[in-house]
């Protein structure tokens, strides 16, 4: 056989685009309460507790007791990405890149979304220590929204719950306090849903933890493969996007949906159009424009866990 017979070899190409592993959609936009907003800054009003009085005299004058308002501050922030298509690399190739560049936005968009309910301040950051706004960040209230309002220290479950001074990573005993502390704040399961994100050293840890219970070691069993997403009343998501604080404990919420506000400026909106100014070469664009704040602290808490424990 020739020597130069590699001349008529074949190369073959596939017709299709592989994503390299990401999130893709959204994990936390469905567990939020989200509205639409108009304009840069909104604000949601809110109502507090009355107390009654007991009527002690006959004929006496009728009470006039303030009742207690409040408001929360949303500021909007806008995203955005693109990239081009060359005409001539389009002609070169045997796929049509174009929608798949949106596919890829828009993960980057669902992603983004649930960055900004987390508090995380870039997408490249790993374990970024930083919090704008989200679960633990800074709320903004009163009249103007200049009021900040931290996450209170009391809705936090240290790292070292219930194991005697040394930090481990999630415990059955969290999750028994978080659902007590939730309770104690007057938030009512039957009334709305309870969610709790964890990533995957969680429920690893869950796993090692609840081996003493056997209807607790196969809830968690069930919950590591998927059959169920409910467990001690928490509805769990799955997010490897959690923060962690500046001595590394990973920082979980626990939240009830309406402690949580998403609201939407302008929704993920995708444009794919030729640029003149770029020798017609196709331009694919996606924006989307959000904001978010916790509406109430006591509707939200937190549990920090030790991963290498």
């Given at each position: 056989?020739?020597?130069?017979?590699?001349?008529?070899?074949?190369?073959?190409?596939?017709?299709?685009v592989e994503?390299?592993?990401?999130?893709?959609p959204?994990?936390?936009?469905?567990?939020v309460?989200?509205?639409?907003?108009?304009?840069e800054?909104?604000?949601?009003?809110?109502?507090?507790?009355?107390?009654?009085?007991?009527v002690s005299?006959?004929?006496?004058?009728?009470?006039?007791?303030?009742?207690?308002h409040?408001?929360r501050?949303?500021?909007?922030?806008?995203?955005d990405?693109?990239?081009?298509?060359?005409?001539?690399?389009?002609?070169?190739?045997?796929?049509?890149?174009?929608?798949?560049?949106l596919?890829?936005?828009?993960?980057?968009a669902?992603?983004?979304?649930?960055?900004?309910?987390?508090?995380?301040t870039?997408?490249?950051t790993?374990?970024?220590?930083?919090v704008?706004?989200?679960?633990?960040?800074?709320?903004?209230?009163?009249?103007?929204?200049?009021?900040?309002?931290?996450?209170?220290s009391?809705?936090?479950?240290?790292?070292?719950?219930s194991?005697?001074?040394t930090?481990?990573?999630?415990?059955?005993?969290?999750?028994?306090?978080?659902r007590r502390?939730?309770?104690?704040?007057?938030?009512?399961?039957?009334?709305?849903?309870?969610?709790?994100?964890?990533?995957?050293?969680?429920?690893?840890?869950?796993?090692k933890t609840?081996q003493?219970?056997?209807?607790?070691?196969?809830?968690?069993?069930?919950?590591?493969?998927?059959?169920?997403?409910?467990?001690?009343?928490?509805k769990?998501?799955?997010?490897?996007r959690?923060?962690?604080?500046?001595?590394g404990?990973?920082?979980?919420?626990?939240?009830?949906?309406?402690?949580?506000?998403?609201?939407?400026?302008?929704?993920?909106?995708?444009?794919?159009a030729?640029?003149?100014?770029k020798?017609?070469?196709?331009?694919a664009y996606?924006?989307i424009?959000?904001?978010?704040?916790r509406?109430?602290?006591?509707?939200?808490?937190?549990?920090k866990?030790?991963?290498t424990?």
């Amino acid at each position: 056989m020739s020597y130069q017979i590699d001349t008529a070899f074949v190369k073959q190409y596939h017709d299709n685009v592989e994503f390299l592993l990401q999130q893709k959609p959204s994990k936390f936009r469905s567990a939020v309460r989200v509205e639409s907003q108009q304009g840069e800054e909104a604000f949601w009003d809110q109502i507090g507790a009355q107390v009654m009085q007991e009527v002690s005299v006959r004929y006496g004058d009728s009470p006039q007791n303030d009742t207690p308002h409040s408001r929360r501050r949303v500021t909007l922030r806008s995203f955005d990405q693109g990239d081009f298509i060359d005409t001539f690399d389009k002609v070169k190739l045997l796929i049509d890149p174009s929608s798949s560049y949106l596919t890829a936005f828009t993960y980057a968009a669902n992603r983004q979304t649930d960055d900004v309910l987390i508090g995380r301040t870039a997408e490249f950051t790993v374990d970024d220590v930083t919090v704008n706004g989200g679960f633990f960040g800074t709320a903004y209230t009163g009249k103007q929204g200049t009021t900040t309002v931290a996450f209170p220290s009391d809705n936090q479950i240290d790292v070292d719950f219930s194991t005697s001074g040394t930090t481990s990573n999630h415990t059955i005993n969290k999750l028994i306090e978080a659902r007590r502390l939730l309770l104690s704040l007057h938030n009512d399961p039957e009334l709305e849903t309870w969610y709790h994100a964890i990533a995957a050293s969680q429920l690893a840890s869950l796993l090692k933890t609840t081996q003493v219970t056997s209807s607790d070691y196969n809830s968690v069993k069930a919950l590591v493969r998927g059959e169920l997403d409910t467990y001690l009343g928490f509805k769990f998501i799955h997010s490897e996007r959690l923060l962690k604080d500046s001595s590394g404990y990973r920082r979980l919420p626990v939240w009830v949906k309406s402690g949580m506000l998403l609201s939407i400026g302008k929704d993920i909106t995708t444009q794919i159009a030729p640029r003149p100014d770029k020798k017609f070469n196709w331009y694919a664009y996606i924006l989307i424009m959000l904001g978010c704040t916790r509406m109430q602290e006591n509707k939200v808490i937190e549990i920090k866990a030790d991963e290498t424990k």
